[in-house]
T-cell receptor, first 111, second 111 residues
Framework: QKEVEQDPGPLSVPEGAIVSLNCTYS??????FMWYRQYSRKGPELLMY??SSGNKEDGRFTAQVDKSSKYISLFIRDSQPSDSATYLC???????????WGLGTSLAVNP | SQTIHQWPATLVQPVGSPLSLECTVE??????LYWYRQAAGRGLQLLFY??????ISSEVPQNLSASRPQDRQFILSSKKLLLSDSGFYLC??????????FGQGTRLTVV
C-alpha cells in the first residue's frame, strides 16, 4: 500500500461547481497536511496547511482532515476556469518538512 | 517577503555533459532547502535536503549531487548527464512551520 493515495482524475466540472479533491494515507504518525496547486510547467504553490483534524477555510478553499479515517479533502467552492490545474496533497511529520506526496489530481473547470 | 529564484527555466543538454542548476532564496535566514524531481506519472521525488551550509542529505542514490556553499544558495550538479536525468527539477525552501515553498522549476531534457 502506498503511503499516500490520490485519484489522478482527470476531473472536469462546469464553472461554479463545488469541487472535492481527496487523499488517503496509511501512517497515523503523520501530523500535518498540505494542498498544493500546480499549473502546467510551473512549480507547485502552497494553498492550504493544516496541523490537526478539522476544517480550515481560506476564501473559496476549505481543507478538511479526518485523522481517524486517515482521509484529507480539499473543497473548492464556486470553481473558476483559473482553478484548472493539478492539485497535489502532501503529508508529513517532524520539523524537516520532508513530505510524502500524492501523484496529483488534474482538474479542469469549464466556462 | 521571501522569494526563491531558480534558473534556467529550460535546459537541453547532451548525454555525458555536466549540469549545474542554481537556486537562491531571499528574505529569510537558515532555511531548509530541497531539490525535487518531478517526472510524469511519478509525482514529486525528493532528491536532496539541506538544513545548513555544507549539510546535505541524499534521499535517492543517483547520478546527481548537491551543494550548499552559502546559507541561501543550493546547487544541483552532475558530472555526466544520463538520458534518465531528464525531468522537471524543483528547488524549495522551508523555515520552521512555513513551507515548503517552490521555485518555478527547470525543465531539463537530456538528448
Amino acid at each position: 500500500q502506498k503511503e499516500v493515495e490520490q485519484d489522478p482524475g482527470p476531473l472536469s466540472v462546469p464553472e461554479g461547481a463545488i469541487v472535492s479533491l481527496n487523499c488517503t494515507y496509511s501512517n497515523s504518525a503523520f501530523q500535518y497536511f498540505m494542498w498544493y496547486r500546480q499549473y502546467s510547467r510551473k512549480g507547485p504553490e502552497l494553498l492550504m496547511y493544516t496541523y490537526s483534524s478539522g476544517n480550515k477555510e481560506d476564501g473559496r478553499f476549505t481543507a478538511q482532515v479526518d485523522k481517524s479515517s486517515k482521509y484529507i479533502s480539499l473543497f473548492i467552492r464556486d470553481s473558476q476556469p483559473s482553478d484548472s490545474a493539478t492539485y497535489l496533497c502532501a503529508i508529513g511529520a517532524g520539523n524537516n518538512r520532508k513530505l510524502i506526496w500524492g501523484l496529483g489530481t488534474s482538474l479542469a473547470v469549464n466556462p | 517577503s521571501q522569494t526563491i529564484h531558480q534558473w534556467p527555466a529550460t535546459l537541453v543538454q547532451p548525454v555525458g555533459s555536466p549540469l549545474s542548476l542554481e537556486c537562491t532564496v531571499e528574505g529569510t535566514s537558515n532555511p531548509n532547502l530541497y531539490w525535487y524531481r518531478q517526472a510524469a506519472g511519478r509525482g514529486l521525488q525528493l532528491l536532496f535536503y539541506s538544513v545548513g551550509i555544507g549539510q546535505i542529505s541524499s534521499e535517492v542514490p543517483q547520478n546527481l549531487s548537491a551543494s550548499r556553499p552559502q546559507d541561501r544558495q543550493f546547487i544541483l550538479s552532475s558530472k555526466k548527464l544520463l538520458l534518465s536525468d531528464s525531468g522537471f527539477y524543483l528547488c524549495a525552501w522551508s523555515v520552521r512551520s512555513q513551507g515548503p515553498f517552490f521555485g518555478q522549476g527547470t525543465r531539463l531534457t537530456v538528448v
